[in-house]
């Protein structure tokens, strides 16, 4: 699945990334654009987390939720 620029542009619901550190590389020059297009969205880092933050920092990425969403 490819996504484009314009992918990005067209978002229009508050976006909350969650990604975990030892989950596959996001290269900086990739994230540095989205956040050129995107400005507004969010970024969870876990530490120590594979690809599924979920289940490896369940507590962390819980309450990183809960805090975006407001609750």
Known sequence: MKVSEADIRELHPPTFLIYGT????????????????????KCFIAEGAS?????DKPDLVNAAISSFLGV
């Open 51 to 55: 690809h599924n933050v979920h289940r």
């Open 22 to 41: 030892q989950s596959y590389d996001i290269e900086p020059s990739i994230m540095k654009r989205l956040i050129e297009l995107r400005p507004d969205i």
